[in-house]
C-alpha cells in the first residue's frame, strides 16, 4: 500500500500542474491575434487517444485481475455515469462542450451577456474538472510515471477551456487580469477534487479501493474523451489531424507503458 508521504504529495503537485493549465489558454485567448486550431484540433486527438488506450490499456485491466470482472466493470460503468450525470445537469448553453469562448465573434447584445457567460462558463467548468483531479491524482498515487502522462493530457484539453472562460470576460471588461483570473479559479477545481477525494479514502485506501477507483477514473476518462475532447476538435473542421492526434496519443502511450 502507499508508505510514501512524498508520493501523495507528487500526485497532488501533478493535479495541480494539470488544473491550473486552464490558466494557459486564457493567456493564448489575447496574446495570439489567429491561434491555429489545427495545432488544438491535433492536441485534442492526441490527448483523447492517450485517455482512451490507458483507460482500456492499463486502468481496467489491472482492476479486472485485481478485483474481478463484475466489481471492475461495476466501478468503470459507475465512474461513465458519475461525469455523464454532472455533465448533464449542466444547462446545454453553459456547458463547456459548444466552447462558445473559442469564437472571435464580437455580436454580443450587450457586456452583461458577455461577462454572464463567462462566468457561467467558468462554474460549468469548474464542475467539470473536479471528477478529473479525482481522476490525475487517483492514478498518480499508484503510478507516478503514468500519472504525469495523464496529467499531460488533461493539461492539454484544459487549455481551451481557459480560452472559453477568459474570451467572453476579456471582451466584456477589457480586462486581462479579470480574464486570467476567473479562467485560472475554474482550473482549481482539479486540485479540489485531488484533496477531497484524498480526505475521504484516506481511511479506506486499500487494494480493493485503490483499483476500483482506478477503474471508475477510466469510465471518468473514457467519458470525457468520446463526448468532450473528440467533438470539439472535429468542430474545428480537421478530421485527419484529429485522427493523427488521437493514433499518435495511442502510440505515444504504448511506448511509455513498455518502460513503466
Same mark, same amino acid.
Given at each position: 500500500?502507499?508508505?510514501?508521504?512524498?508520493?501523495?504529495?507528487?500526485?497532488?503537485?501533478?493535479?495541480?500542474?494539470?488544473?491550473?493549465?486552464?490558466?494557459?489558454? &486564457?493567456?493564448?485567448?489575447?496574446?495570439?491575434?489567429?491561434?491555429?486550431?489545427?495545432?488544438?484540433?491535433?492536441?485534442?486527438?492526441?490527448?483523447?487517444?492517450?485517455?482512451?488506450?490507458?483507460?482500456?490499456?492499463?486502468?481496467?485491466?489491472?482492476?479486472?485481475?485485481?478485483?474481478?470482472?463484475?466489481?471492475?466493470?461495476?466501478?468503470?460503468?459507475?465512474?461513465?455515469?458519475?461525469?455523464?450525470?454532472?455533465?448533464?445537469?449542466?444547462?446545454?448553453?453553459?456547458?463547456?462542450?459548444?466552447?462558445?469562448?473559442?469564437?472571435?465573434?464580437?455580436?454580443?447584445?450587450?457586456?452583461?451577456?458577455?461577462?454572464?457567460?463567462?462566468?457561467?462558463?467558468?462554474?460549468?467548468?469548474?464542475?467539470?474538472?473536479?471528477?478529473?483531479?479525482?481522476?490525475?491524482?487517483?492514478?498518480?498515487?499508484?503510478?507516478?510515471?503514468?500519472?504525469?502522462?495523464?496529467?499531460?493530457?488533461?493539461?492539454?484539453?484544459?487549455?481551451?477551456?481557459?480560452?472559453?472562460?477568459?474570451?467572453?470576460?476579456?471582451?466584456?471588461?477589457?480586462?486581462?487580469?479579470?480574464?486570467?483570473?476567473?479562467?485560472?479559479?475554474?482550473?482549481?477545481?482539479?486540485?479540489?477534487?485531488?484533496?477531497?477525494?484524498?480526505?475521504?479514502?484516506?481511511?479506506?485506501? &486499500?487494494?480493493?479501493?485503490?483499483? &476500483?477507483?482506478?477503474?471508475?477514473?477510466?469510465?471518468?476518462?473514457?467519458?470525457?474523451?468520446?463526448?468532450?475532447?473528440?467533438?470539439?476538435?472535429?468542430?474545428?473542421?480537421?478530421?485527419?489531424?484529429?485522427?493523427?492526434?488521437?493514433?499518435?496519443?495511442?502510440?505515444?502511450?504504448?511506448?511509455?507503458?513498455?518502460?513503466?
Amino acid at each position: 500500500m502507499i508508505e510514501d508521504l512524498g508520493a501523495v504529495g507528487s500526485a497532488f503537485l501533478l493535479t495541480m500542474l494539470a488544473g491550473l493549465s486552464t490558466g494557459i489558454g &486564457s493567456l493564448l485567448a489575447y496574446f495570439i491575434k489567429k491561434p491555429k486550431m489545427s495545432y488544438l484540433s491535433f492536441s485534442l486527438g492526441l490527448s483523447a487517444g492517450v485517455m482512451v488506450y490507458v483507460s482500456f490499456v492499463e486502468l481496467l485491466p489491472q482492476a479486472l485481475n485485481t478485483l474481478g470482472e463484475l466489481h471492475a466493470i461495476t466501478a468503470f460503468f459507475l465512474g461513465i455515469l458519475c461525469i455523464g450525470l454532472i455533465d448533464m445537469a449542466i444547462p446545454e448553453k453553459e456547458n463547456p462542450h459548444s466552447y462558445s469562448g473559442l469564437t472571435n465573434e464580437t455580436n454580443s447584445s450587450t457586456d452583461k451577456t458577455l461577462l454572464r457567460t463567462g462566468v457561467l462558463t467558468a462554474l460549468a467548468i469548474g464542475i467539470h474538472n473536479f471528477p478529473e483531479g479525482l481522476a490525475t491524482f487517483g492514478t498518480a498515487l499508484n503510478n507516478l510515471n503514468l500519472g504525469i502522462v495523464i496529467a499531460l493530457a488533461i493539461a492539454i484539453h484544459n487549455i481551451p477551456e481557459g480560452i472559453s472562460v477568459s474570451m467572453p470576460i476579456y471582451y466584456a471588461t477589457k480586462s486581462r487580469k479579470k480574464a486570467f483570473t476567473y479562467s485560472f479559479l475554474s482550473g482549481l477545481a482539479e486540485p479540489a477534487g485531488a484533496v477531497i477525494g484524498f480526505l475521504i479514502l484516506l481511511p479506506f485506501l &486499500s487494494d480493493e479501493v485503490l483499483y &476500483s477507483l482506478l477503474a471508475f477514473v477510466g469510465g471518468i476518462m473514457v467519458y470525457i474523451s468520446i463526448d468532450e475532447l473528440l467533438p470539439i476538435a472535429h468542430q474545428y473542421g480537421h478530421g485527419h489531424t484529429v485522427i493523427l492526434g488521437v493514433i499518435l496519443g495511442m502510440f505515444v502511450m504504448a511506448l511509455s507503458l513498455m518502460f513503466l
